[in-house]
């Protein structure tokens, strides 16, 4: 999912394995709302530096100011890591 709305759903809704959050969104209440709900979800989440390379991450032109992942796919393995590196 991409975009502070739809992350924000799927997490509410238990959908969430992964949240990133882009450290540049302006202003910074677009986005405050996404750790604290993701800890009452037990939803890992990760911070980067530019909404616009997490855009391009996404597939998107523009920029975004949160992603969630919700099914990995063929890249389980290296989501599992990266939840046990952010466990760490």
Not at 4 to 29: M, S, W
Not at 56 to 65: L, M, P, Y
């Amino acid at each position: 999912r991409k975009g502070t709305n739809e992350t924000t759903k799927a997490v509410e809704r238990g959908q969430g394995k992964l949240v990133v959050i882009a450290e540049d969104v302006e202003p910074p209440e677009v986005v405050a709302h996404l750790p604290i709900i993701c800890e009452e979800r037990k939803c890992p989440y990760v911070y980067v530096p530019s909404k616009q390379e997490l855009g391009k991450s996404v597939g998107i032109d523009v920029g975004t100011a949160a992603a969630c992942i919700i099914d990995a796919g063929e890249g389980q393995q290296v989501l599992e890591q990266i939840i046990n590196s952010i466990k760490k």
